[in-house]
């Protein structure tokens, strides 16, 4: 009810779609903006679990789930690269929420789905490369967001994982580990 007072459009298709668990609501104003409503978790590429996160930050989401936002998809484009380099660039990696980006919490998603792994993994080794090759880019900036980069990785590595992930990982490429985002919206 507050999207529609506020001049916004229900999206009924994917209602109908996510019912459940994802919204999609549009405005039609001069502005075209849409919001996104995620119930319980992000389901993209991967599910991104919310349930006792929200409470975590007060206007938004978690950092680590920010991150984890942009890290889980399979065909990342070069704004979610910069969102990401921006969010590495303006917090630390911790092992708590507090105005960090927690990466005990990524590496504790990580290691308990294979899949997620190889998305985050890969997705970060491309931040790595983008950062490398960004011309605009300060040398202290690129080094720090470099060594965030290796921190994330380190503290993902050294997680313990699943039984399940461990024979997943097993299979590794062979087998599509991922959704589709444009077979939900089908």
């Known amino acids: 009810m507050l999207f529609m007072n506020l001049g916004y459009e229900e999206d009924f298709m994917v209602s ?10 549009h405005d ?36 680590a789930e920010l991150i984890l936002e942009k890290m889980q998809i399979v065909k990342i484009n070069q704004k979610d690269l910069i969102d990401t380099v921006m969010l590495l660039r303006e917090h630390e990696i911790g092992r708590t929420d507090s105005e960090t980006i927690n990466g005990r919490r990524i590496a504790q998603l990580c290691a308990a789905e294979w899949g997620l792994w190889r998305t985050v993994t890969m997705n970060l080794g491309r931040v790595g490369e983008y950062v490398s090759s960004a011309d605009k880019l300060h040398k202290e900036d690129k080094q720090d967001v470099q060594s965030k980069i290796e921190q994330l990785l380190k503290l993902i590595e050294e997680e313990p994982k699943s039984t399940g992930w461990r024979i997943r990982a097993r299979i590794g490429d062979k087998r599509k580990w991922y959704r589709d985002v444009e077979e939900l919206s089908r």
């Open 16 to 25: 109908r779609l996510f019912g459940r668990g994802r919204l999609l609501f």
């Open 28 to 63: 039609k104003s001069e502005n075209k903006r849409h919001c996104d409503v995620f119930l319980d978790k992000l389901e993209f590429c991967h599910d991104i679990p919310f349930k006792d996160r929200l409470e975590v930050d007060e206007l938004t989401i978690p950092l």
